[in-house]
């Protein structure tokens, strides 16, 4: 029985690092918004959202397969257990149906641009201006009922961007770092726009689906996220896609 | 009379044919359109089907991104759009994950035909797509709708209504017009026809519009119809005629008879459960009679009355019954049997009753209809052949009297010598099976000679055709090759039929022939023997004067060399002596002492000579039964014969081989066949058999062999003597010699001499010659007809001391003994002149005189040739002695009747 027991053990002892080289990679999602994602870029950029995932996987020390997906689908997918992690804003929702595991990024608000010449303080600043808002968006915001305010609806932010660079409406409301890229995209400076109204305040996590990876798993990606975040890796890598003048 | 033709349009022709055109059109009309609607409805279904997968296609882009992006809203929108469609009545997209992103559905039309369309396309039709990334194949979710099948069959109803209606519309015009067409066409003029026809019309006129077709067509035909059936009404009138001359006429009894009640009685008892008819009408003897009471001959003609004794048909059909006999009536249920197993005819012989009661004979013979109606009027026929069945009758006795005879017949074509009869005894005879020869060549039986069977044929033939018969004798030949003597009579005869034959009766005469050969060769021998014996009688009395006067003359020379001629002279006429006793036991004439004697013994003595006889390489084997029985045989000649058949065997083996003597017991039946039988008297024999592994005698003349003076030696080396000897030695003794033999297998002669069980008496023959005692003075009447024998004789008895007186002939003799009878022996020949032979005399003798002994001496022993008493020789006081006789032999035997004690 004794030898029994340490023959066990042994052969357990030899078995566990191979299983962590022959394990399945962990099942990453991307959520398929510019610029966390870019398709056929120029500059051959994967997106912000991309090279975070491959930065926390290397950092990890894990082997990681991205997927990229709308928000429903890659939201159903870590809900369904079809996926492990996702990076995306945290909010009551998020932590009540995931697990946070390691915090990304501080700065993933929504904000409100308005055009040069025009300075806001306050929603109410928009009262009788053009607001162009992608459809399906804030729609728990005040800006989406607001009768005073009068809402265009577009397609996606490129065409909100556009608008407002047209002069078309007064002001767009989105992410920043989506907005601040498509200002990149239009070669628009900080001085083509007005105010920058913050409406909703975010911070960007690495979520996983609950009970799915081993603890040592979610340890090992808290730990490289945590590293990567104070030793400014991430903050380097926004600034690869958007402009220095809203760095 | 009225016409048939009708009168409600719904019954005429052109109706009839309008309407049954626009039924088959109506149907053909309904059948195509169902047709036509049916594969409008299978291509309605693959146009729905194809509508609305061209509907999810259009939709499936769409549909993907909503189902991709989990857009509930996009989703919503798509299947508003689907809705669009009246037919769709429920559609929804599922997200991959199972869940329904967005569904829609609304209630199905109600409409009067939902049942009909629910059948042909289905309650609800539904169709799906698999929403598909095209790149990578990722499913997103399913895109799902039904569909109204009322909405689907609307337009397909009312399609098919309008198909429906214009065919229905389209006949009833086609009927309305076919009918007037028809009826101008077609049922008009036919109507006029069949009026003229109704009318008898022998000629319809053609309708000048109707010359080239068919109503045209049909009135010609009628009208040569017409014609023909005129002609042929007239042609069947005359024939009518004549076949009812030919029926009152026929020498066969012709009738209709009516079975019908027959087969109805047939039909119910069939129906009752009758299967066995004839163990019913076995069971039930009245049925038959019924049932023929129930048919009713229609008629009869004048052959039947005449069958039947009737006067008239009408006394013929009344008294019918009284035709039934016994045989009629089983005849009768033969032929209802027949009837039962629907044979298609019934024939049968029997014999029926005229009405005055006379049987006839005569074969009844009718058809069995296949039909009820046909048993209304069967045609029955019989033929009457009494005469012919008593003609047969007569020839089967004839035949069989010819057939039984015990001689064979024959009857052979003259034309071509084709055998077209013969009898059982004929084929017996012959050794072929009965009727094997018919039509064979007459001369296959003929035996080939120096004549072939067709020479012979071809003489015998000659013969008849020259003198009208011929009679002989044949050699014929048996089927298995073996030959046989046939006496033949064939007398010619003129046959209707196979004109000019041959008749022959043959007998078997191949027995007849042996037996007569068997005589002819007896009496040849017998001839020889007479002839042989008379030689040697006469040669004995010259031998004895010789021989009397060579010893008296010896008695009176002294000299030496003249003695010595005077011997020689004495000695060869012993061995002429010899000769003579050889020639008469040919003849059978052999004075014969005959003792009880083994004849192994004989053969067993054989054995210590034997050898000087064969050389030595001729093997001697003897095998002897133990068991043998006694012969009462004159051993002395027996021995001769064994000898000479030693000699024989010797002789036939130059080259050496091997001698054989067997002796065993046999026993000769009564029932015996063969020569055995017809030469041996049944009983017991020892049977002697001699053979050698020689040469074999030739068959050609092995039937001479015991014929005297024949040999095959060289001359001098036999006298031909031998065989010949034996056989009148076997012969005389009771016995027979019979030869076997193969040409290079050698020859076996078998010895029989009749067995005996009796102690027979020792020879009483002369005692050995030795010098006896002379009693001087006795008186000696000597009776002798030759005179120097006579002469000599007495010559010698009074020389040595004897009284003698003599006499010439046994009258004399016997005169002389009355006159004085004071002698003390007789001295007789046994032949002479005058009616006392020596035989009488010593009888005589003996009965008058006993105290007289009496010598009997010949040249043979005349036991043939003279009539006296075996009795009589064995008298004691009677001797014998041969001529011719050596005066010490002759003296030996006077003492020894003078002192018979001694």
Not at chain 2, 830 to 841: A, F, I, R
């Amino acid at each position: 029985m004794r030898l029994n027991f340490s023959l066990t053990t042994l052969i357990a002892a030899l078995l566990l690092p191979l299983g962590s080289v022959f394990a399945e990679p962990i099942k990453f999602a991307t959520v398929d918004y510019v610029p966390y994602v870019l398709h056929d870029d120029v500059h051959g950029r994967q997106g912000f959202l991309a090279d975070v995932n491959v930065a926390i996987a290397e950092r990890a020390g894990i082997s990681i397969s991205d997927e990229v997906l709308p928000m429903a689908r890659a939201m159903k997918n870590l809900e369904r257990d079809v996926t492990d992690c996702i990076v995306f804003a945290r909010t009551p929702w998020s932590e009540e149906k995931f697990q946070p595991v390691a915090k990304v990024l501080d700065r993933f608000d929504a904000a409100i641009f308005t055009r040069a010449g025009l300075s806001i303080v306050g929603v109410e600043d928009l009262n009788g201006k053009r607001l162009a808002i992608p459809r399906g968006s804030f729609s728990d915001s005040s800006i989406s009922s607001d009768p005073n305010i009068e809402r265009v609806v577009t397609n996606d932010y490129e065409q909100s961007v556009r608008l407002l660079k047209a002069g078309r409406v007064d002001a767009i409301a989105g992410s920043e770092l989506s907005i601040f890229y498509y200002f990149s995209v239009e070669e628009m400076k900080r001085e083509d726009i007005g105010s920058i109204l913050t409406i909703i305040h975010a911070s960007l996590w690495l979520h996983c689906a609950k009970g799915l990876l081993a603890d040592d798993v979610v340890m090992k990606l808290r730990q490289a996220t945590d590293a990567l975040r104070s030793e400014g890796v991430f903050d380097r890598l926004v600034q690869r896609y958007i402009p220095a003048d809203f760095s | 009379m009225k016409t048939s033709l009708p009168k409600k349009l719904t019954k005429s022709l052109s109706f009839k044919q309008a309407r049954a055109a626009v039924i088959t059109g109506f149907v053909l009309g309904i059948g195509f359109s169902f047709i036509q609607i049916t594969a409008d409805m299978r291509s309605e279904i693959e146009q729905i089907d194809e509508t609305f997968e061209q509907s999810l296609r259009a939709f499936e882009e769409t549909a993907f991104q909503a189902a991709f992006g989990l857009d509930t809203e996009l989703s919503q929108t798509v299947v508003n759009g689907l809705f669009q469609k009246q037919a769709i009545i429920e559609a929804e997209i599922i997200d991959s994950y199972g869940d329904v992103m967005f569904s829609r559905s609304r209630p199905p039309e109600e409409r009067s035909l939902t049942w009909l369309a629910d059948g042909l396309f289905g309650e609800v039709k539904s169709y799906s797509a698999l929403l598909t990334d095209k790149n990578t194949g990722f499913q997103a979710g399913n895109l799902n709708i039904k569909v109204d099948t009322n909405v689907i069959a609307k337009a397909f109803f009312r399609r098919s209504g309008l198909i429906l209606s214009f065919g229905i519309i389209r006949n009833v015009f086609l009927a309305v017009i076919l009918t007037f067409l028809f009826h101008r066409m077609l049922t008009k003029p036919l109507r006029t026809l069949a009026r003229l026809i109704h009318d008898g019309a022998q000629e319809l006129p053609v309708p000048s519009s109707h010359h080239d077709d068919e109503l045209g067509a049909i009135a010609a035909e009628y009208n040569q119809l017409s014609r023909s059936r005129a002609e042929a009404v007239e042609r069947l009138e005359e024939e009518e005629v004549r076949f009812r001359r030919l029926f009152e006429n026929s020498e066969v009894s012709l009738s209709n008879t009516d079975y019908s009640e027959v087969f109805r009685v047939l039909s119910k008892l069939r129906e009752s459960g009758v299967t066995d008819l004839r163990r019913y009408l076995d069971d039930n003897e009245d049925v038959a009679l019924n049932v023929f009471a129930t048919i009713k001959i229609l008629s009869v003609n004048n052959a039947s009355l005449k069958l039947f004794e009737a006067s008239s048909e009408g006394q013929l059909l009344k008294r019918a019954r009284k035709t039934l006999g016994p045989l009629t009536i089983g005849m009768f249920k033969e032929q209802l049997c027949a009837i039962w197993d629907k044979r298609t005819a019934y024939r049968a012989e029997t014999t029926f009753h005229t009405l005055t009661g006379n049987e006839v004979v005569g074969v009844i013979s009718l058809p069995i209809p296949e039909t009820e109606e046909g048993f209304r009027c069967i045609p029955v026929s019989i033929l009457d052949i009494t005469e012919f069945k008593n003609t047969e009758t007569e020839l089967t006795f004839r035949g069989e009297i010819i057939d039984g005879i015990g001689e064979g017949v024959q009857a052979s074509r003259l034309s071509d010598g084709a055998i077209i009869y013969t009898n059982t005894v004929h084929d017996t005879m012959f050794g072929y099976e009965k009727g094997e020869l018919i039509g064979k060549f007459v001369g296959v039986v003929n035996a080939p000679t120096e004549k072939t069977p067709e020479e012979v044929t071809a003489h015998i033939y000659g013969e008849i055709k020259a003198h009208g018969s011929w009679s002989g004798e044949v050699q014929n030949i048996r089927k298995d090759g073996s030959v046989f003597w046939c006496e033949v009579s064939a007398t010619k005869f003129d046959h209707p039929v196979h004109g000019c034959l041959v008749v022959s009766v043959q007998t078997d005469v191949t027995e007849k022939k042996v037996t007569e050969e068997k005589l002819r060769q007896s009496q040849r021998l017998e001839a020889i023997g007479q002839l042989t014996g008379g030689v040697a009688h006469d040669f004995n009395n010259l031998l004895a004067v010789i021989s009397g006067n060579q010893e008296l003359l010896r008695d009176e020379i002294s000299d030496p060399e003249q003695l010595k001629l005077i011997d020689a002279s004495i000695g060869a006429t012993k061995r002429g002596s010899d000769l003579t006793k050889s020639m008469l036991a040919f003849a059978r004439q052999s004075r014969l002492a005959p003792e009880n004697t083994n004849m192994n013994t004989l053969v067993q003595d054989t054995k210590s000579w034997i050898h000087r006889v064969l050389p030595d390489h001729i093997n001697f084997v003897t095998s002897l039964s133990p068991d043998l029985w006694e012969v009462e045989i004159d051993r002395s000649a027996a021995e001769s014969a064994v000898l000479n058949l030693i000699v024989n065997a010797r002789d036939a083996m130059a080259d050496g081989g091997q001698l054989s003597i067997v002796t065993e017991n046999v026993d000769i039946e009564r029932t015996a066949v063969g020569s055995l039988a017809d030469e041996l008297e049944p009983g017991q024999y020892v049977v002697v058999k001699v053979g050698d592994s020689g040469q074999g005698i030739p068959k050609e003349i092995l039937s001479k062999v015991f014929e005297p003076f024949f040999t095959t030696k060289p001359a001098g080396e036999g006298s031909g003597l031998g065989l010949s000897m034996i056989q009148g030695f076997m012969r005389q003794s009771g016995g027979l010699v019979q030869v076997t033999s193969e040409l290079n297998q050698g020859t076996e002669f078998t010895l029989y001499f009749k067995a005996c069980r009796s102690t027979a008496s020792a020879p009483k023959n002369v005692p050995a010659s030795t010098l006896v005692d002379i009693t001087a003075g006795a008186r000696i009447l000597v009776v002798e007809d030759n005179e120097e024998v006579l002469e000599i004789i007495t010559m010698m008895l009074r020389r040595t001391g004897y009284s003698v007186a003599t006499a010439n002939t046994g009258d004399l003799a016997k005169a002389q003994l009355e006159v004085n009878a004071d002698f003390d022996v007789l001295i007789t020949d046994m032949v002479m002149p005058g009616e006392t032979q020596g035989s009488d005399l010593a009888g005589h003798v003996a009965s008058t005189y006993p105290e007289i002994p009496v010598i009997i001496m010949s040249g043979y022993t005349e036991i043939d040739s003279v009539q006296y008493q075996p009795s009589e020789l064995a008298e004691p006081q009677t001797f014998h002695i041969t001529k011719p006789v050596l005066r010490r032999e002759l003296l030996s035997v006077i003492e020894t009747a003078l002192r018979p004690e001694v």
